[in-house]
């Protein structure tokens, strides 16, 4: 048992502990090119949160690991099967009614760990922090908290070489031989301004992916995602245990 996972302790110990912080990791369920599992978010952010959680508590942070929510946003892949999509409107019914249970019991701090590209929490985020005004919400996105290019030479955003790797790591009994994955060829926008970057509109996963993949994973290994997941999970335990120990009221300074 691991008493800082919610779904493996029990009730003896939550009697207990007085929980400084709550972590919520959100994932996705959806395909990632011909060689990686459809759960391919939730492994990852769930073990991510699980040693990141490990290593706070090992800090004496009294941090929380929430279940994780499998399923996220994937409006742009209606037509890819059993990619299960859920409206950001829904996310904010279920974001709010956990939120409303930590609010009355006191667990004032919540970190909402983000596992898939397709999820925008800010925005939910903004309004929730008006109707729980006593909480401290914060979100990060696993891929952004330590620079990807500091360990994998090709870019990509999913079933890439960085998240082949971390599953080389974590679940290499889920992973295919790389020669069956697919290249991960993106097609560009043809509109300038969502091609350089400063526009913006939804990708159409169909027309832009034909492997669903986006980035070359040929060159993942195992070696690269278990430097990857070490480096994140350090400094995610960092930011769990800085939360924990900041006052709610005085996290300001001048």
Request: proline content about 3%; cysteine-free.
């Given at each position: 048992m691991r008493p800082y996972i919610l779904a493996e302790t029990n009730w003896k110990a939550i009697k207990k502990l007085d929980v400084e912080v709550a972590v919520l990791p959100w994932g996705a369920t959806e395909a990632h090119n011909y060689h990686l599992p459809y759960a391919t978010d939730n492994y990852q952010i769930e073990a991510i949160a699980a040693e990141a959680g490990k290593r706070a508590w090992g800090l004496g942070t009294k941090a929380m690991i929430l279940p994780n929510i499998p399923f996220g946003v994937n409006t742009g892949q209606k037509d890819i099967d059993l990619n299960i999509n859920l409206n950001p409107s829904t996310?904010?019914?279920?974001?709010?009614?956990?939120?409303?249970?930590?609010?009355?019991?006191?667990?004032?701090?919540?970190?909402?760990?983000?596992?898939?590209?397709?999820?925008?929490?800010?925005?939910?985020?903004?309004?929730?922090?008006?109707?729980?005004?006593?909480?401290?919400?914060?979100?990060?996105?696993?891929?952004?908290?330590?620079?990807?290019?500091?360990?994998?030479?090709?870019?990509?955003?999913?079933?890439?070489?960085?998240?082949?790797?971390?599953?080389?790591?974590?679940?290499?009994?889920?992973?295919?031989?790389?020669?069956?994955?697919?290249?991960?060829?993106?097609?560009?926008?043809?509109?300038?301004?969502?091609?350089?970057?400063?526009?913006?509109?939804?990708?159409?996963?169909?027309?832009?992916?034909?492997?669903?993949?986006?980035?070359?994973?040929?060159?993942?290994?195992?070696?690269?995602?278990?430097?990857?997941?070490?480096?994140i999970a350090q400094k995610l335990a960092g930011l769990i245990t800085d939360i924990a120990q900041t006052e709610i009221e005085n996290r300001y300074e001048d």
């Open positions: 996310q904010f019914a279920i974001l709010s009614d956990v939120i409303e249970v930590l609010n009355r019991q006191g667990i004032l701090k919540l970190i909402l760990l983000n596992g898939h590209g397709g999820n925008g929490f800010k925005p939910l985020l903004r309004e929730l922090g008006l109707k729980f005004t006593k909480m401290l919400l914060v979100t990060t996105n696993f891929f952004q908290i330590v620079d990807k290019s500091a360990f994998f030479e090709e870019s990509g955003d999913h079933a890439d070489e960085m998240e082949t790797s971390l599953m080389l790591h974590l679940r290499p009994d889920l992973v295919l031989p790389l020669e069956e994955a697919g290249l991960g060829k993106e097609r560009k926008s043809r509109i300038k301004g969502i091609r350089e970057g400063w526009a913006w509109s939804e990708r159409n996963w169909s027309m832009v992916t034909v492997d669903t993949g986006i980035g070359n994973p040929k060159k993942a290994t195992k070696e690269k995602g278990q430097k990857f997941f070490a480096a």
